[in-house]
């Protein structure tokens, strides 16, 4: 049987990804949730939340879990560019959903922030590993 450490290894990267998606999306809620308290805008919150777990992300994503080690400044920016630019286009598909389904169709804002973030969380695996953090780009 295997023991705990093995299935760790096995499926670090994918953990780490989970542990930190969890994180990051505690983050961007926590943040959403003080901005919607303070009698922000839906979209204040909802770009303030994403500004501050971006950073988070891509922070923990590059050390952590794709173990990113860029040699030179252009590969640098362009996987920068790249994890902003994706994490941009999820965040405006989040903005989106926020503004259709609180602002104009009147749900709770706090349940479709969390269903909102689940749909963000997969999309942005996937971009992360195919776009971002390829196996092309870390060195």
Not at 55 to 78: H, P
Not at 108 to 135: D, Q, T
Request: with cysteine.
């Amino acid at each position: 049987m295997k023991s705990i450490k093995e299935i760790f290894l096995k499926y670090k990267s994918v953990i780490l990804y989970i542990l930190f998606g969890g994180l990051t999306t505690l983050v961007n809620i926590v943040v959403y949730f003080a901005c919607y308290c303070l009698k922000f805008s839906t979209p204040a919150s909802t770009l303030t939340a994403w500004i501050l777990s971006v950073l988070f992300a891509y922070i923990t994503n590059r050390k952590y879990v794709f173990g990113s080690k860029l040699s030179s400044i252009k590969k640098v920016f362009k996987e920068v560019s790249n994890f902003f630019l994706s994490r941009l286009a999820t965040g405006l598909l989040d903005l989106g959903v926020m503004l259709v389904f609180v602002d104009i169709l009147n749900f709770n804002g706090m349940l479709i922030k969390v269903i909102s973030n689940i749909v963000v969380i997969i999309l942005n695996y996937v971009l992360s590993k195919f776009l971002v953090f390829k196996p092309s780009h870390k060195q």
